[in-house]
């Protein structure tokens, strides 16, 4: 199955996090790139999750899932080795505006989380729609020494002149002019 790519903007939504192992910690810890609006829900918790929850002042319970938990929740990630309990969280999101993934488990995700580099507004996601997460990471790692180190820069003086310039097709054409000279300099 292929998975449509999309950025979603993740501000005032809350998402859900349930399990407290080493999946889940790398999960929260990919989540954090982009929000904190996480809360995290586990009977355990490894040290690593236990820190990282700490640091970033994040919510969280030490008990099991209750149905009813994501009645409000955007996004919930279930990192639990119980294919029961995924299932049954599927379903429920199903009730709900409330997408899920399923560590590990495709058949109960309505999105995949994709290998990706992020340099500051760059972002660049990978996916083999769960083929092969290995080789998404090692062409992350490939396309991570691609970009040059002043991209940053560059995108920050892309934004300011997009901010500053009235619409029109002038300001796209200048902005694809700079775009194109940029990357014709690598």
């Keep these: 199955m292929n998975y449509f790519p999309a950025f979603i903007k993740l501000k005032k939504k809350k998402i859900l996090i349930v399990g407290g192992g080493k999946i889940a910690h790398d999960k929260l ?14 009977l355990t918790f490894s040290d690593d999750m236990m820190q990282s ?13 209750k149905s009813g938990d994501i009645k409000d929740v955007a996004l919930v990630i279930v990192a639990v080795d119980n294919i029961k309990v995924q299932k049954e969280i599927f379903e429920e999101s199903q009730n709900y505006k409330c997408l899920c993934n399923a560590v590990d488990s495709v058949e109960y ?17 990978i996916s083999t729609s769960g083929s092969s997460p290995a080789l998404a990471k090692y062409l992350k790692y490939y396309f991570e020494k691609l970009i ?17 310039l009235p ?20």
Aim: hydrophobic residues 40%; contains cysteine.
């Design 167 to 186: 619409k029109g097709r002038e300001r796209m054409k200048l902005l694809d002019e700079k775009a194109k000279k940029y990357i014709d300099k690598l």
């Design 109 to 125: 995700c309505d999105f995949i989380f994709p290998s990706y580099v992020k340099k500051n507004d760059l972002t660049i996601a």
């Design 53 to 65: 929850i700490d640091t970033h002042a994040l919510s969280y319970e030490k008990r099991a899932y």
């Design 29 to 42: 810890l990919h989540l954090l790139d982009f929000s904190q609006n996480i809360s995290v829900i586990s």
């Design 148 to 164: 040059p180190q002043s991209i940053s820069i560059f995108l920050q003086e892309m934004k300011v002149l997009r901010e500053t």
